[in-house]
């Protein structure tokens, strides 16, 4: 069975072969911080299920909503930057 497979390769990959281990693992840190943050979203509504107090005039669970967006939104631009960053050195992305 070892070598079929061997043979075949059958299999999942997450990253192509050759990627270097940092590129790995800040990956698989940014894809887990955006998962949590878009759990954290979708269950908002367990502590943040309120109208009052009013942030910035909007209900608290609306201003909850938005922040979580803009949060998001800053996550990516520093995985963006630091993409881009990899690239002008000639490393892998």
Do not use: C
Request: aromatic content about 22%; glycine content about 6%; charged content about 20%.
């Amino acid at each position: 069975m070892e070598h079929n497979q061997e043979k075949w390769r059958y299999g999942f990959r997450l990253f192509k072969p050759g990627t270097p281990r940092k590129v790995k693992v800040r990956s698989l840190v940014f894809f887990f911080i955006l998962i949590a943050i878009m759990f954290f979203q979708a269950f908002y509504w367990l502590f943040a299920n309120k109208v009052e107090p009013l942030v910035w005039g909007m209900p608290f669970s609306m201003f909850f909503i938005v922040l979580v967006i803009v949060i998001e939104f800053f996550v990516l631009l520093v995985l963006y930057f630091l993409e881009g960053a990899d690239e002008k050195k000639g490393g892998e992305a």
